[in-house]
């Protein structure tokens, strides 16, 4: 399975440093986490919902997720921000998959995948492409520019 990832050029690696510093909606700091989307569109969307100013020097990254990789699955949004977290947290902890599929927020119907880097199995996980990206600036017209 393919999967998306939309980073800076100065953090391309899949390490989950990011999310580990500051957290995410499914991880607590001090836990890393690999936030990707079931497609590009979805990826952009995801880092949109976070930007604050206009992104530069962006790449737009491929994953392979090996298809011999057992994928938990959460079906349905938790209730609150907190429990988001707890079921996030709690699937990092007990390693029983190295990945995660998740709702997206965003969009009803599409997924977000959570790769846990501290997994044993994180290595069969390779980015295959990655090309630099650009936002339209029709998209973030609201957005000063840096």
């Known amino acids: 399975m393919?999967?998306?990832?939309?980073?800076?050029?100065?953090?391309?690696?899949?390490?989950?440093?990011?999310?580990?510093?500051?957290?995410?909606?499914?991880?607590?700091?001090?836990?890393?986490?690999?936030?990707?989307?079931?497609?590009?569109?979805?990826?952009?969307?995801?880092?949109?919902?976070?930007?604050?100013?206009?992104?530069?020097?962006?790449?737009?990254?491929?994953?392979?997720?090996?298809?011999?990789?057992?994928?938990?699955?959460?079906?349905?949004l938790p209730a609150d921000v907190k429990s988001f977290r707890q079921l996030g947290d709690e699937w990092l902890k007990q390693q029983s998959t190295a990945v995660l599929r998740v709702p997206s927020v965003l969009v009803p119907r599409q997924w977000n995948l959570l790769l846990n880097p501290a997994h044993t199995l994180f290595h069969t996980v390779k980015t295959v492409d990655q090309s630099p990206f650009a936002f339209d600036s029709r998209l973030l017209s609201s957005f000063p520019t840096p």
Do not use: F, Q
């Open 2 to 76: 393919r999967v998306a990832r939309l980073c800076t050029r100065r953090r391309p690696e899949l390490d989950g440093e990011g999310p580990r510093l500051i957290g995410g909606r499914w991880n607590s700091p001090g836990r890393p986490v690999v936030y990707t989307a079931s497609c590009s569109a979805l990826a952009v969307l995801e880092y949109l919902a976070h930007a604050k100013e206009m992104p530069v020097g962006m790449l737009l990254k491929w994953i392979e997720v090996s298809d011999t990789l057992a994928i938990e699955k959460i079906d349905s």
